[in-house]
Structure formats: structure tokens, C-alpha cells
């Protein structure tokens, strides 16, 4: 049986990944299917925290895991919406977690109708840069709220997991989070697989935990990490 040991945590937590429209029928995207934050979702709620999940684009089936009474549902499209949605959330959070890929551009402009071949094409599209919603998160939150951030990384060149780890720790200093969760991905390994391996980076930079099994495994390791960071926020 789980422990409840995170009996009256309150944690937002976004999952899965941005569309921003290019057209009615386009957008950019990625590959984040949702799973680790669904998994987050579904091992906090066990452990007896209130969970509100932001799920951006995240299929039924995926969906269907977080089904529990302590978990509210909302959903977020773009990352505009999903900024907003997070700040909604993360003002009655005592934890707040950026697991969902935001697109870190936007189309420009938003055609209202299907861009065609014929009507001058979508060759290229201007890209503007949307806001780094955690870096907000961070600089707005609560007093005491814990603010905990992912980080999916290519290794450098040649498998090289030194300049990964840097890289990691320069994400963390920028955008102040006090735990990144960091997973290497790769053709092969992350986005839309089952399993999960990841490390976590605290707020001065050392490694403090390290994970790797199925998505509801890593989730646990991560609430694990998370617990004693977490102070009771009242209201
Ligand atoms: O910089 P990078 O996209 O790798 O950072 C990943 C972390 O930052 C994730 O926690 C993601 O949810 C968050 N992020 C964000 N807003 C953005 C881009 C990333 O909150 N525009």
C-alpha cells in the first residue's frame, strides 16, 4: 500500500506538450505524449495530495490514467493558454510542476484559413519567441511553494554526459526552479516510451537523486525528492 505521505500537499502539474497553429489544419509541435506527467499525476494523488493536472493535447487513452477523485482535469492547447492556465493553478499550489514540452516559438501570425501552395505557401513562417512559463512560475510564486522543472536532453557529442550535466545545470540557474528533472532523450529513448531515466538537479547544482524505470517509478522518485522541499502553503 502507497504511504500517504503527501496528505495535504496541494500540486499543479502540466503534462504532454504545445500546439501553436500555424493555419486551421497546421501546427508546430512535438513528440511529448504526456505519460510522465499523467504518471506524476496518478502517484501524487495515491499519496494523497490534490492534484490539478494541465494537460495540453494528451490522448484519451493517456488521460484515462489520471482518473482518480482527488485529480482535476483542465486543458491548455497552447503555450499561451497553458501559461495561463499554470498561473491559475499554481496561485492555490503548494508545489507546482512544469513537466509538459512548451514550444519555445510561436507562428507570428495565424492564418484564418488553410495556408495553400497556390496563395504564396508556407515555405517559411515567421517565429516569435513564446515566454518561458516556469521562469514566470518561479519569479511569481508563493512564499514556500516548491517549483520543480523538466529538462529533456540530447547527450553532446559523442555520448558525452558532462557537457548533458552542465548543460542541465545552466537550465536550472536560469530559470530558478529548485529541482530540474532531467532526461536524456534520443531517437530511441524519452518521448513516448513507457520507461524513463532520469537525474535530478537541485538548486545549487548538485545531483540529488537519480531515477530509471517505468514513468510511474520516476514519478515516485520525483515526489520523493519533492517531499522535503514542500512547506504547507495556507489558502
Ligand atoms: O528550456 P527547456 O524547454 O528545455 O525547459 C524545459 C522546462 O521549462 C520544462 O519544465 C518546461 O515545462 C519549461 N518551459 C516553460 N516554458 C517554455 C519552455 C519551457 O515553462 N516556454
Known sequence: ??????????????????????????YLGNRSSGRQGVALAAEAAVRGAEVTLV???????????AQHPSIRILQAGTAAELGRVMADAAASADAVVMAAAVADYRPLEVADRKLTKDAGGIASIELVENEDIVAGLVRTRRDGQVVVGFAAETPGA??????????????????????LVVNEVGWERGFEKGHNAVMMIGSDG??????????????????????????????
Not at 214 to 223: G, I, Y
Open 206 to 235: 548538485d545531483v540529488v537523486s537519480t531515477a530509471s524505470g517505468s514513468k510511474r517509478e520516476v514519478a515516485a522518485a520525483v515526489l520523493d525528492a519533492l517531499r522535503p522541499l514542500w512547506t504547507a502553503i495556507r489558502n
Open 55 to 65: 494537460a495540453a493535447n494528451v490522448a484519451g487513452d493517456v488521460l484515462a490514467e
Open 158 to 179: 559523442e555520448g558525452d554526459q558532462d557537457e548533458l550535466l552542465a548543460r542541465a545545470r545552466r537550465k536550472q540557474k536560469r530559470k530558478g526552479v529548485d529541482l
Open 1 to 26: 500500500l502507497a504511504p500517504r505521505d503527501l496528505e495535504g500537499m496541494r500540486i499543479a502539474i502540466s503534462a504532454g506538450g504545445t500546439r501553436e497553429p500555424i493555419d486551421p489544419v497546421r
